[in-house]
């Protein structure tokens, strides 16, 4: 089975940026569609970002559109976040998942269709 180990979290100012990486551990991830989820104290576990197989399709939430992109290496097995104009409201524990996908176009923003979760990172954006 395939599992995801992220790295690249950490403290930054407000205005600054993270970079997030995401490798596989075990299997590869190829054929997998991956996401990006966080969860803040308190909070239930939200979408971020998430991108296809092979297509490179990409979806974001609104919270983070124009800020973050997601990307992926498929020869490196990697996938990563860029994190750019960081707020406070930012902060949160960060989850990468992935999903195998029946083909190279489709993605997923839901939790619930992901079946693989990395143990999280923390970022944290002070004001």
């Known amino acids: 089975q395939v599992q995801p180990v992220e790295s690249g979290g950490g403290l930054v100012q407000a205005g600054g940026s993270l970079r997030l990486s995401c490798a596989a551990s075990g299997r590869s991830f190829s054929n997998y569609a991956m996401g990006w989820f966080r969860q803040a104290p308190g909070k239930e576990r939200e979408f971020v970002a998430a991108?296809?197989?092979?297509?490179?399709?990409?979806y974001y939430a609104d919270s983070v559109k124009g800020r973050f992109t997601i990307s992926r290496d498929n020869a490196k097995d990697t996938i990563t976040l860029q994190m750019n104009n960081l707020k406070p409201e930012d902060t949160a524990v960060y989850y990468c998942a992935a999903r195998l996908v029946p083909n190279g176009y489709t993605y997923y923003t839901r939790a619930d269709d992901y079946g693989y979760w990395g143990q999280g990172t923390q970022v944290t954006v002070s004001s």
């Open positions: 991108i296809s197989w092979s297509h490179y399709n990409t």
